[in-house]
């Protein structure tokens, strides 16, 4: 069974830090990571993704990529309220492009 | 633009009964999914549907059927309920192989 590895958390911030999330795979062959946010109630919806090994920038975010080490991380950079939710990190597995397999997912909660 | 859209919202089923959940997506994406998401276990997949025409077992299939009855619909069934079936179930819909989810509103279902 491939296995992706989140915190449960909760991780808490104060506004305007900088929230680190972090995401270990199993799935050596694994070529697609995604991170979503989940709000309370609500379905996950995509805030990035990343394919190559570095770094990927948009806006406030950052995802992180390290093959060799089966890592993948995201940076929130001043971090908002409106950030507090759940973080799903989630990797194509078993060879194939067409099943994610999603983490448990990271808290992460901003306070004012 | 609809997305991936979910029906019902919410069910009470009893345990035995049966019921079919409904999925549409109008983004002529080729893949659908079927995920169900429990308190600590996080979305876990059910049944998939690569292409039209082709569906494949996922994570946690057992009790479930699943109909992909054009590239717009998918539907899951569940034959005889159980409790243990109690959660809520996601319908998501893809484009090609690396690119993200595109996630439904999900459906709450209680098994009494």
């Known amino acids: 069974q491939k296995e992706v590895e989140q915190n449960s958390g909760p991780l808490s911030v104060p506004e305007g830090a900088i929230a680190s999330l972090n995401c270990t795979y199993s799935?050596?062959?694994?070529?697609?990571f995604f991170w979503y946010r989940q709000y309370s109630g609500k379905s996950p919806e995509l805030i990035m993704f990343?394919?190559?090994?570095g770094d990927k920038e948009d806006g406030r975010f950052t995802a992180q990529l390290n093959k060799a080490s089966q890592y993948v991380s995201l940076l929130i950079r001043d971090s908002q309220p409106s950030d507090s939710a759940t973080y799903l990190c989630?990797?194509?597995?078993?060879?194939?492009?067409?099943?994610?397999?999603f983490g448990k997912g990271t808290l992460l909660t901003v306070n004012p | 633009n609809a997305g991936v859209t979910q029906t019902p919202k919410f069910q009470v089923l009893k345990t035995g009964q049966s019921m079919t959940l409904q999925c549409a997506q109008d983004?002529?994406?080729?893949?659908m999914y079927w995920y169900r998401q429990d308190p600590g276990m996080g979305l876990r997949l059910i049944y998939y549907?690569?292409?039209?025409?082709?569906?494949d077992k996922g994570e946690v299939p057992n009790g479930y059927n699943v109909s992909r009855l054009n590239k717009r619909e998918f539907s899951l069934r569940l034959e005889s309920a159980a409790p243990s079936q109690t959660s809520v179930y996601f319908c998501?819909?893809?484009?090609?192989?690396?690119?993200?989810?595109?996630f439904g509103n999900g459906t709450r279902l209680t098994v009494t």
């Open positions: 799935d050596r062959g694994s070529q697609s």
């Open positions: 549907s690569a292409s039209e025409g082709t569906t």
């Open positions: 990343i394919y190559s090994n």
């Open positions: 989630a990797v194509n597995s078993g060879g194939s492009n067409y099943k994610l397999t």
């Open positions: 983004m002529n994406h080729n893949s």
């Open positions: 998501a819909s893809k484009e090609v192989d690396n690119s993200p989810l595109h």
